[in-house]
Each structure stands twice: as structure tokens, then as C-alpha cells.
């Protein structure tokens, strides 16, 4: 299939991407742990908060219960009674041989300690105290000190956890708040439940995150592989075409540029475009489905054809590109290519159908021919089109081929718009009856009024638009254009119009089909309508160009052949075609007046268009002695600038309504 690809280490692109993806799951765990140890943190503090709030709850449960009616309705900062005193210290006792309460103290308004059952704080302030006054109940965690005298995290004998909390003393009869209880209770059974709490959920969320994490790192696994498939199928989709699968045009450049860089005097690179002839009506007739079959089966055979060292690409369409390198000189590169080009003789058969398809082939040689892809591809095309046009195989760059040059080429680029913004025009000139002088039909000739270039005539653009696809949409619009103006010229529907076809247009196959609708939405009658084909046109592709003549026939329509005596056809060959007219070329008409063979060969295409039934038009009539020549030969029609020039549609208007020339008279 050509060079070599460059290869790539498939192993150790595995392994880095594996090793990539490892560092990648290492990484990801970090931010896993991380979260899993805030929530656990969240979930600590937040069992911390509702282990505090059950103390508070417990406490005020105590104060309410236990302490408040044990005291009377008097203050207490004017001492307990007795029996208060005795109450309280029973419940102190009870409580503490039941564990519920470590420590318990009775304050006053102002938050002096006025009962604790060990007699440790009596007549202490806390500022804790004198916030519960006002109504929360306050619960925090410290130490019970060994010493029962400071509760401070800072001090040197700790004792165990514990909730100190502080809640109002309200009245048992009245609700009013009459002091505040402080009370110490232990922390270990709540701080048992937090434990057992925070162990199941920890394990719980642990084993949760890992299985998110592993179920993550299995999509960014699944993810990242499909990228990678995706991103090696388009960067082969980028260097491959994708019905042949052989290298597309992207390759073949690159492919192309090194051959280029490579190439000697001595051993230079022929760069080479391969087109097939008639592809399209291949999908024209047998459809796009079996055209694509055959273009896979041609590339298969070309792909056996080519060398080792060499590269066969597809360009586009039916185009396909070569890369010979380190060829000896032309004449190999035309042997090899001539092998190539064999290969694709033998038939196929396709839906049923046995097919035979031809190439036709162009090369250019680096150093000689240029120094870079975009000059060789370029002048490879243009011995490509010699090659289909001579009906020569395979065709090597010449500089007389090239018919091209930037400034025919920025017209073609900007034919397109001029097609479609109306830049274009007709003009018109008038063929007459030898005997009678009566117009009997106008030619259309198309100008081009360029917008910065001024009226540029057929020869700035018309040869290079017939090379291309162009020429398709101008010939539509003059045979078009034309139809809807000749009512105007000639009100009385006698005058006919003529319009060149070129060898494009021709042998498209549905070509017949779109002028008869041309010339059924114009309601001119077909035998209105003349075409004009040149000798070379009908040599390009005789069969076909034979079929589409029939078919225009058949309406109606007049075949006129241009600028006959040029080319070559054979004579047996244009009886076979249903011609109406012969239009002498001007090359003999102007000559003949001065040179006997010139007028000898005038009169001998007269006689031999008579005898084949054809009417003879001479063109290039531009001084009364050719039109007296003309007329002792029997010329039926006359064309030229003794006639009249070409003109605008109004000029002519106006010369087909004037009187006949005296000239003609």
C-alpha cells in the first residue's frame, strides 16, 4: 500500500498508559480518605453535641424532679432549712449510689453555691451559673478532679469525662426560677454509645467511599479507554480514507514531502494522480451503493500493483494519488505507472454486471518538475487531463501543457459567485440566408462583466471552466438565459438561437434530460433551439456523445457542429450522428479569399455537407469577397463581422429589426 508506516510501540504505550492510570488511582484515594475523615470528624462532633444535649435534657430532668420539690418558695441565698437540707442530701445520696449523678450543688440567685452534699464550693460564684439564670440550660465536658476542687481541662489530677451542666431551679408551685442546679454526670455510657456509633459508621463509611472510589476508577478506567480507542480510531481516520481504507490525502502529503525531500537528479520522485474514466456514470446508472463496491475492488488491485517503497493513496472521488520513489528517470516512472494503470483492465463484475474501467494517468518528476507537493500535485493534474484528453495512458508534465496561471486560476475561483451574482451577459450575433439575406438565427456568447476586471471575453475563462465542474452550472445558465431572451429579439418565433456545448456537458449522462426541461419551462419550440458541439467534443467520448445527440434529436432539437475541418472526425462516423448543420471552421473561411486550397477546401465541405443532407454555415464572413466566394460555392448561412458583431441583447434587437443588408439584397 506504499511507504512503510512509522511504528509505533504498542507494548509500551500499554504499559504507560497502565502505569498512568496507577499514579491516577493513587492520586484519586487521597481526596477519598479525606472526605471519609471529615465525615467521620462531622460525625464525632455532631455525637458529641446530642451526648451534651442529652445531659442537659437528664439534668433539668433532676432539677425538676428531684431538687425543686425538696425546696420551698423562700430565696435560698437566706440558707436552706433543715428539712430542705436533710431532703436534698437523701437525694444526693440515692443518686450517687445509683451512679445517675457524680456531684450535684444547689446555688442561689446569685449564683453562690448554698448546698453540695461533700461541702466543697459552698459560697462560690460561676459565671456558668449565673448564664443559666437567664434561662438555657448550659452542659459542657471537663474532668472530675480528684480533688473535687477545680473542674479546669488544665489541672494535674484528672479525673473521668463528665457533663457538667447548669439548668434553672424553677419553683414547684409557681415556676419561678429560684436558683440554679449544677450537677456533674458521667460521660462513659454516652461516650460507650458514641463509640459503638462512630466504629460501625466509620466502617460503614469506609467501605462505602472505597466502593464509590473502586466504582469510579472503573469508569475513568472504562472512560479513558474508550478515549484512547476513539483517539487512535480518528488519528486513523485522520491518515486513512475511510471507504478504500487506504491513505487519504492528508498522508499522501506527508508521504509525498518526504519522497520530495529525498529526491536527486539522479534518483528523483515521481509524484502521480490516477483518475478513472466515466466513473460517474457508473453511479449514475448502477447507483453510489455498487460505485463505492467498485472503487474498493479498484483500490484492492491498485494496492497489489504498486511496489513496496512506493505509496498508493485516495485522493477524493474517483482520484487516487502515487508516490514513486527513487525512480531512474521519466521512463521507469511511465513503466511503473503503465503496470499500475494495467491492473485495473481485467473486468469486474458488479450487481451482475461485467465492468471494464479505464484510468488515465499524470506525473510529475521532483526536482525537475517542482520542489514541492502543492506545484507537483498541481502540474500531475494537469498531465492527468492531456492524458484523458489525448486518450493517452499515461501522460509526464510538460510546460506547454500547463494552460493555467494564477490569474486563470483566481477567475475560475471566482466564476462560482459570477455565475450566482449575476456578473454575467449575453451577447448575440445574427447568422443570415445567403440567397435571401434573412436572419435566420442568433449565436449566444457569453461575456463576463468582472467587477474589477471589466468584460472579459470566452478565451479569459471559458477554456479553463471546461476543465472543471463549472462549466456544467454556465452552460445552464446560457441556454437558459438565452431561451427566456429570444422572444424579445424575434416576436414573430421564427428566429433560432445557438448555444455551445462543450465536451463536459456532453457526455454527462442526464445532460439530455435537463435541456429538454430548459426548453420546456422556456415554451420555445425545440426546433428553435441549435447546439453547437465541437469536432473534439464528439472524439472525447463518441459513444456517449452519440446517445445524448439522439436523445436532443428525437425532441426536436438542431445538432450543429462547430468549427468543422479542425478536428478529425471520420466521416463514416458523423454520417452515423443526426447533425442538421456543418458551421465551416473560420480558419478557412477568412483565408479563402486570398489562398485557392483554402477556398478549395471551402467548397468541398460545402458539397460534402450537402450530400449528407446538412445545411452549411460558414462563420468568420468579414469581407464582401469571401461572401462572394461563399456564394458561388452555394454556402446556405453566413456568420461574421460583415453580418454584424456580437452584441448586446438590445443592440441586437435592434439590428434583426432593421432592414436586410443591402450587401445580402
Not at 242 to 251: A, I, K, V, Y
Not at 536 to 559: E, F, K, N, V, Y
Not at 577 to 605: Q, T, Y
Request: aromatic content about 4%; charged content about 20%; hydrophobic content about 45%.
Amino acid at each position: 500500500m506504499g511507504l512503510p508506516p512509522r511504528r509505533v510501540a504498542g507494548g509500551t504505550t500499554r504499559n504507560t498508559a497502565r502505569r498512568l492510570f496507577g499514579i491516577y488511582a493513587l492520586v484519586s484515594v487521597v481526596p477519598v480518605l479525606l472526605l471519609g475523615a471529615c465525615l467521620l470528624a462531622l460525625a464525632h462532633r455532631q455525637a458529641t453535641v446530642r451526648g451534651l444535649s442529652e445531659g442537659a435534657t437528664e439534668a433539668n430532668l433532676v432539677a425538676r424532679s428531684s431538687i425543686a420539690p425538696q425546696l420551698g418558695e423562700h430565696p435560698l441565698s437566706d440558707g436552706l432549712t433543715p428539712a430542705e437540707t436533710k431532703a436534698l442530701r437523701q437525694t444526693a445520696d440515692l443518686s450517687a449510689r445509683s451512679g445517675d449523678v457524680l456531684r450535684l450543688r444547689v446555688r442561689d440567685l446569685a449564683g453562690r453555691v448554698v448546698f453540695s452534699p461533700d461541702g466543697t464550693g459552698l459560697g462560690t460564684v460561676d459565671d456558668d451559673a449565673l448564664e443559666a439564670l437567664r434561662g438555657p440550660t448550659i452542659s459542657q465536658l471537663t474532668w472530675l478532679n480528684a480533688d473535687d476542687s477545680d473542674n479546669e481541662a488544665g489541672a494535674t489530677d484528672l479525673g473521668p469525662r463528665v457533663i457538667e451542666a447548669y439548668t434553672p431551679l424553677l419553683s414547684a408551685r409557681t415556676d419561678r426560677v429560684i436558683g440554679v442546679l449544677e450537677v456533674y454526670l458521667p460521660y462513659a455510657p454516652i461516650e460507650a454509645d458514641i463509640s459503638r456509633a462512630e466504629a460501625w459508621l466509620g466502617v460503614t463509611l469506609i467501605v462505602g467511599l472505597l466502593i464509590l472510589w473502586a466504582a469510579l476508577l472503573g469508569v475513568s478506567y472504562s472512560l479513558s479507554r474508550r478515549l484512547r480507542e476513539q483517539a487512535a480510531a480518528n488519528a486513523y481516520l485522520a491518515q486513512h480514507d475511510t471507504l478504500t481504507g487506504m491513505p487519504n490525502r492528508s498522508q499522501f502529503s506527508d508521504r509525498a514531502e518526504c519522497a520530495i525531500a529525498q529526491a536527486t537528479e539522479d534518483r528523483p520522485s515521481a509524484i502521480a494522480v490516477i483518475d478513472l474514466d466515466r466513473f460517474k456514470e457508473v453511479n449514475d446508472t448502477l447507483g453510489h451503493a455498487n460505485g463505492d463496491r467498485l472503487l474498493v475492488a479498484l483500490a484492492d488491485r491498485l494496492a497489489g500493483a504498486v511496489r513496496d517503497v512506493d505509496t498508493l493513496a485516495r485522493l477524493g472521488g474517483d482520484e487516487f494519488g502515487v508516490v514513486l520513489s527513487g525512480i531512474h528517470g521519466p521512463g521507469e516512472a511511465v513503466e511503473v505507472l503503465s503496470r499500475i494503470r494495467a491492473s485495473l483492465t481485467e473486468p469486474l463484475v458488479i450487481d451482475g454486471l461485467p465492468l471494464t474501467v479505464e484510468a488515465s494517468v499524470g506525473f510529475a518528476l521532483a526536482p525537475y518538475d517542482g520542489a514541492d507537493i502543492g506545484t507537483l500535485l498541481t502540474r500531475a493534474d494537469v498531465a492527468m487531463y492531456v492524458a484523458k484528453r489525448q486518450h493517452h495512458g499515461v501522460v509526464h508534465y510538460q510546460p506547454d501543457h500547463d494552460q493555467y496561471d494564477a490569474t486563470t486560476l483566481t477567475l475560475i475561483a471566482e466564476l462560482g459567485a459570477a455565475i450566482r451574482d449575476e456578473q454575467l451577459l449575453l451577447h448575440f450575433q445574427p447568422k443570415a440566408d445567403v440567397r435571401s439575406g434573412i436572419f435566420t438565427a442568433v449565436e449566444a456568447l457569453v461575456r463576463w462583466q468582472h467587477p474589477t476586471r471589466g468584460l472579459l471575453y470566452p478565451g479569459a475563462f471559458l477554456p479553463a471552466a471546461e476543465q472543471t465542474e463549472l462549466v456544467e452550472p454556465l452552460t445552464a445558465w446560457v441556454l437558459e438565459t438565452a431561451l427566456n431572451t429570444l422572444p424579445s429579439l424575434d416576436p414573430t418565433g421564427k428566429l433560432a438561437v445557438a448555444v455551445n456545448i462543450s465536451a463536459r456537458s456532453l457526455t454527462r449522462s442526464h445532460f439530455a434530460e435537463e435541456v429538454l426541461a430548459t426548453v420546456a419551462a422556456s415554451g420555445i419550440d425545440p426546433d428553435r433551439v441549435i447546439l453547437e458541439v465541437t469536432e473534439t467534443a464528439l472524439l472525447s467520448d463518441p459513444a456517449r456523445a452519440a446517445t445524448t445527440l439522439s436523445a436532443l434529436s428525437s425532441a426536436g432539437i438542431r445538432i450543429s457542429i462547430d468549427d468543422f475541418g479542425a478536428g478529425q472526425t471520420s466521416l463514416g462516423y458523423l454520417a452515423q450522428l443526426p447533425v442538421s448543420e456543418l458551421k465551416i471552421d473560420k480558419a478557412f473561411v477568412l483565408a479563402m479569399a486570398g489562398d485557392v486550397r483554402n477556398a478549395a477546401i471551402v467548397r468541398s465541405v460545402i458539397e460534402l455537407g450537402h450530400s449528407l443532407g446538412f445545411t452549411v454555415t460558414a462563420e468568420g464572413v468579414e469581407t464582401p469577397d469571401v461572401l462572394r466566394g461563399l456564394v458561388a460555392a452555394d454556402c446556405d448561412l453566413i456568420q461574421g463581422y460583415l453580418l454584424g458583431r456580437p452584441v448586446d441583447a438590445d443592440a441586437a434587437r435592434d439590428m434583426l429589426q432593421a432592414e436586410v443588408p443591402q450587401l445580402l439584397a
